[in-house]
């Protein structure tokens, strides 16, 4: 017997992820596959449940053979959120595809939804639904995903009723697959995960009647809810591994960033910076509601019946900005250019550049607003543009960051980042004078992964606290504001004058899906 391991499955919306990892928290294999994205129509996003589950023995297996001395003590899951599959108990075949996140075919429920008396919502998200499950009446959650299959695939809701059928996210599908499927799989699936389904209620952490009621689902398909870090079942012999490795940890994937950033403690944020931003805010036992359109979710939960919270809120338009500047006006060859031309530039020049292209999310919730670039000049050139982008990825955060602050009544002092984009250090050093806070990147930047290892190795003693685990957590680089207080408001005030430029761009104009956004 070799040295143990604790497996990581990270199962995300294009590819499917194992990381090895050893006692000190460190990597020692990875493989990593993708798989289709399935697009019948437009709008319309799918994955096929069984190739998921292929891609994952797949990459546990070539992670192990790259790694053949060390033997795996747990499996940890982290997961695409929202991602909704509905299997066969007795064949364990999918009824239809697995419905992805952004798909967006139960959009005009969800509207006429908000208008149901007793349901409506305020702009920002406010109302029965937010006071239950944290959560807005949104199409991407899973609830109204889940609807759609039991409605419209041919006799789905009268095996559903008959108890023939079970509905899982994502980590429910793979971890009933890992324990036995048909021959005793287990059930089962965490409260971070259960938050994502607008069927949980937030506060009892058990499933909600009146949204079961209101979507028509049956109790009987849905799995029991569980603590994101306990022993859940142990696996059945397969193509990928031995019968009888503890699988013990389960979180979403924004989850398992924060506890990947070893966000342990209330005040503790991370904010990851991928295509989107996405920031996670823990807030200790405090189910903190948001009056600015942040979702209340928790962050995880190590004792059944109770769980951390935190606040969400996400920035559709990070990276994909410079992805824009890339593609679209094709000023940069590469992302990684970025960082080049903003130095070059030394500052944006005046310019403000707010890449509301679909709408401005939290916290204005403003469906009307559309890209802006505002103070050009004649001195402008195109390095000024790049900074100005840059920028926008940090007054967005700050955006987010400042109502975070507000909700919780928490002061926050640092941010953990990761992501794709935390690599490029300008934007760093940007985030920390606009944020005026200090920015922390980690020395391991796949958070995610981490953190489904950090809640399995906890649970069966591969780690022993919550302590150890922060220990383990090593900082590559801090970055501390430079710019004056006053420096700093005088900017901020500008980006929010920008910010009013962008707004009620498509008023009065009936559209409300974008037609420009062909
Ligand atoms: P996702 O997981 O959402 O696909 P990643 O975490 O892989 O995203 O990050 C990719 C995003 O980061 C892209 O939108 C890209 O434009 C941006 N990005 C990558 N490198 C840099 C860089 N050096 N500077 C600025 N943005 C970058």
């Known amino acids: 017997?070799?040295?143990?391991?604790?497996?990581?499955?990270?199962?995300?919306t294009t590819s499917t992820r194992c990381i090895l990892f050893d006692e000190a928290g460190a990597p020692v294999a990875t493989h990593q596959q993708e798989h289709a994205q399935i697009c019948p129509r437009p709008?319309?996003?799918e994955h096929d449940a069984n190739e998921i589950w292929f891609c994952a023995q797949n990459v546990i297996r070539e992670a192990m053979v790259t790694a053949p001395s060390v033997t795996p003590a747990a499996i940890g899951i982290t997961n695409q959120r929202e991602t909704v599959v509905v299997w066969d108990r007795k064949t364990g075949e999918p009824v239809c595809n697995a419905i992805v996140r952004q798909c967006m075919r139960t959009q005009d429920f969800c509207a006429e939804w908000q208008k149901t008396k007793g349901w409506e919502q305020t702009p920002t998200g406010n109302g029965k639904v937010k006071d239950k499950t944290g959560l807005l009446i949104s199409n991407y959650f899973s609830g109204t995903k889940l609807r759609w299959i039991l409605e419209n695939v041919e006799g789905a809701r009268d095996k559903?009723?008959?108890?023939?059928l079970l509905f899982g996210t994502i980590d429910t599908w793979l971890l009933w697959n890992l324990t036995g499927g048909v021959r005793g799989g287990i059930h089962v699936t965490d409260v971070t995960n259960a938050s994502r389904t607008l069927l949980m209620n937030i506060k009892t952490l058990t499933w909600d009647e009146e949204m079961l009621d209101f979507l028509g689902i049956p109790v009987s398909m849905l799995p029991r809810i569980e603590p994101s870090s306990c022993v859940y079942g142990t696996t059945a012999k397969n193509a990928a591994f031995e019968a009888g490795i503890p699988i013990s940890g389960i979180l979403g994937d924004?989850?398992?960033?924060?506890?990947?950033?070893a966000c342990f403690e209330p005040g503790m944020l991370k904010n990851t910076y991928g295509t989107g931003l996405f920031m996670l805010l823990n807030t200790g036992d405090v189910c903190a509601s948001s009056q600015n359109g942040l979702l209340t979710t928790p962050a995880y939960s190590l004792k059944r019946g109770s769980c951390v919270y935190a606040l969400e809120g996400s920035v559709a338009m990070g990276g994909a900005t410079v992805q824009w500047l890339r593609d679209n006006l094709r000023v940069i060859d590469t992302a990684e250019d970025s960082e080049y031309f903003a130095n070059k530039a030394g500052d944006s020049g005046g310019v403000y550049f707010v890449p509301a292209f679909s709408g401005l999310f939290a916290p204005y919730w403003d469906m009307s607003a559309r890209g802006t670039i505002v103070g050009l000049t004649r001195y402008v050139r195109k390095e000024h543009l790049v900074c100005a982008a840059l920028e926008s990825i940090c007054y967005q955060t700050r955006d987010v960051l400042e109502?975070?602050?507000?909700?919780?009544n928490i002061h926050v002092s640092a941010m953990k980042v990761d992501g794709g984009?935390?690599?490029?250090?300008?934007?760093?050093r940007m985030q920390a004078d606009i944020a005026g806070c200090d920015v922390v990147r980690p020395l391991f930047r796949e958070t995610t992964a981490l953190g489904a290892a950090y809640a399995a190795g906890l649970a069966v003693g591969f780690w022993d606290s919550l302590d150890m685990l922060g220990a383990l957590w090593k900082k590559?680089?801090?970055?501390?504001p430079t710019i004056t207080p006053e420096e700093r408001e005088t900017k901020y005030r500008r980006w929010q004058k920008a910010i009013e430029k962008s707004r009620g761009w498509t008023e009065g104009e009936k559209e409300g899906r974008g037609s420009e956004q062909k």
């Open 254 to 261: 924004q989850q398992a960033a924060l506890f990947g950033q």
């Open 421 to 428: 984009a935390v690599g490029n250090d300008t934007l760093m």
């Open 160 to 164: 559903a009723h008959r108890g023939d």
């Open 43 to 45: 709008g319309w996003v």
């Open 1 to 12: 017997m070799g040295k143990k391991c604790i497996v990581a499955l990270d199962q995300g």
């Open 403 to 408: 109502a975070m602050q507000k909700d919780s």
């Open 476 to 480: 590559d680089r801090a970055f501390s």
